[in-house]
């Protein structure tokens, strides 16, 4: 192996190597993406809103590959909208006026790829909301 000395070192590299030990950009490959238009076929089409926090661009190329991934499963999306919000929005939200097949399709998806996601149904809801929060 290799012998690295310094003396009086005031930053800069010293190691081989970095590894970044931190939260990863959230990805999905091409076999998950076709796995998930698969599924959401087999279900009534969904209108939905997609938003992320505003000046998060891992959240917002997240949503992006993700809008992309939905309308090929003949899902309606309006949006990215970038929000800001008044608490921290972590990870995935799906809210939803009424649980419906394809929305459950959907959480289920996030949930087998690793990605931290949960659904509400709330009755005043205007329509289906997906919130693309910071990745935790």
């Not at 999905?28 to 209108?47: C, G, I, M, N, R």
């Amino acid at each position: 192996g290799s012998i690295i000395l310094t003396l009086n070192q005031m930053g800069g590299q010293i190691a081989h190597s970095i590894q970044n030990v931190g939260p990863q950009p959230r990805r999905f490959s091409q076999a998950a993406a076709d796995a998930l238009v698969a599924d959401l076929l087999k279900h009534p089409a969904e209108t939905i809103q997609l938003s992320c926090i505003l000046g998060d661009v891992e959240g917002f190329q997240f949503a992006s590959a993700l809008k992309s991934t939905l309308e090929l499963g003949g899902w309606r999306v309006s949006g990215i909208d970038q929000v800001v919000y008044s608490v921290p929005v972590m990870g995935i939200h799906i809210e939803t006026p009424a649980v419906r097949p394809g929305l459950v399709a959907l959480l289920e998806w996030f949930r087998d790829s690793g990605v931290r996601a949960q659904g509400s149904q709330i009755a005043a809801a205007q329509g289906v909301m997906l919130i693309v929060g910071a990745n935790a």
